[in-house]
Nanobody, 118 residues
Framework: QVQVVESGGGLVQSGGSLRLSCAAS????????MGWYRQTPGNQRELVAG???????NYAGSVKGRFTISRDNAKNTVYLQMNSLKPEDTAVYYC????????????WGQGTQVTVSS
């Protein structure tokens, strides 16, 4: 069993910053991709930022230059530093981790609310 727990969401004013954390624990043979997604009511979940096991990162165009994804493999943790937040960044943010245990499995966190006030 693998557990994925997010933390760090909250309410912030426009222009402010937040840092999200996501920790995976349990039976993990190898941690592969880690990423952050977000979802607003009535819309599909969208990729915000991703981090591969090889060290590459990718970002949605709307957050490039403002958000930074990083990971600590020793702690099975991925972070999302969000700067210059805008009201349109308001969403529930989800962490997804891909783990290899004889085959590939995707695990999602429970989501954390980020609200940016104008």
């Amino acid at each position: 069993q693998v557990q994925v727990v997010e933390s760090g969401g909250g309410l912030v004013q426009s222009g402010g910053s937040l840092r999200l954390s996501c920790a995976a624990s349990g039976s993990i043979f190898r941690l592969d991709d880690m990423g952050w997604y977000r979802q607003t009511p009535g819309n599909q979940r969208e990729l915000v930022a991703g981090s591969s096991s090889g060290g590459s990162t990718n970002y949605a165009g709307s957050v490039k230059g403002r958000f930074t994804i990083s990971r600590d493999n020793a702690k099975n943790t991925v972070y999302l530093q969000m700067n210059s937040l805008k009201p349109e960044d308001t969403a529930v943010y989800y962490c997804k981790v891909t783990i290899w245990n004889m085959r590939t499995y995707d695990y999602w966190g429970q989501g954390t609310q980020v609200t940016v006030s104008s």
